[in-house]
C-alpha cells in the first residue's frame, strides 16, 4: 500500500511539473492562456494524463473499481487507445505538442533497437504480425520497451491482414474474432484471470490444472510481483548472468522469457483456438 502510494505521488508530481512547464512556455510564446485561449488548458490536461498512463474511461468512470477488478489496469490500456487520437485534436499546440511526442518517442525506441542489432547483442523482429515485433531478443529473452504499444499494433496487423507470424516464421492464418477475444483476455486481472483459469481448468496457454500442485503455481504466476517473476523466469532460463537482461523492467519495460520448444507448444494451441 505505501509503495502504491508513493508511485502515485511521483506520476502525480510528474504531471503537475509536465504540465506547468507546458503553460510557461506556451505563455511566452504569446498564448494568452487566461483569457481566449484558455480551452486549450483543458486539452493539455488531458493529454498530459493520457500520455502518462490514465486514460479516461467516459461514462463509465464511476465504474472504475468494477473495471479494476475485471482488467488489468484499465485507465492504463484505455490510454494506449485514445493517445493517438490526439494527434487529431482540435487544440493545435496540443496536436503539435503530441507529434512531438510521438516523434521523439519512436526515435528514441528504434535509435535503442538499432543499437543493440547494430552491436550485434541482439536481434529485433520488423514484421507487425508478430508477438516478438519491436521487442529486443537476446537469447531466450525478449524485451519491450514500448510501453504498452506493442500489442495494440499487433492486433491491427494482425486483424488487418487477417494472418499472424509465428516464433518459427511461419505465417499462419487466424480466426478474427478469436484473435479478439484472446487479446481481451490478456488484459485480464491476475485475480479475475486465476478465478476464470480455475473455472475452466486450464490456463490461458492451454495447460491443464490437474492438481494441488497446479493451483499452487497458477496462485504464485497470478499473485507474484511481476518483475520478481520476470527475474526468475529469466535467471532459469539463462542462468545467473542473465538476470542482468530483466533490469529494464525497474524501467518499466516488459521482459519475457520462454524457449522455443514452448512457444511451438503455444502456437500448436493457439492454431487449435482459432477454430474450436
Known sequence: RHSERAYVAY??????????S???????????L????????????????????RGTLGKLEESGALFNALAFSPRLQTSRMQLPFYLLSSSTAVKKLAARDLVTFIAANTSILSLAVL???????????????GKVRVGNTRIDFWAGFQPYVRLVAQLVTGA???????????????TLMRFLETKRSPAFGMIQDFLRG?????????????????IIENMAPMFLQDVWDVVKEEGLTGGFLALPGVLGAGIQTYDSANAIVGEQRFAMSQYL
Open 164 to 178: 499472424r507470424k509465428t516464433s518459427t516464421g511461419r505465417q499462419q492464418p487466424i480466426n478474427w474474432w478469436n
Open 34 to 53: 487566461d483569457g481566449k485561449d484558455y480551452w486549450h488548458v483543458q486539452k493539455l490536461s488531458s493529454y498530459i494524463n493520457a500520455a502518462t498512463g
Open 22 to 32: 507546458t503553460v510557461e512556455k506556451w505563455k511566452r510564446s504569446g498564448m494568452d
Open 202 to 218: 486450464r490456463t490461458f496457454l492451454g495447460e491443464e490444472i490437474e492438481d494441488f500442485e497446479d493451483v499452487i503455481i497458477e
Open 11 to 20: 506520476l502525480n508530481k510528474l504531471r503537475s511539473d509536465v504540465f506547468n
Open 119 to 133: 552491436g550485434g547483442l541482439a536481434t529485433v523482429e520488423l514484421n507487425p504480425q508478430s508477438t516478438d515485433f
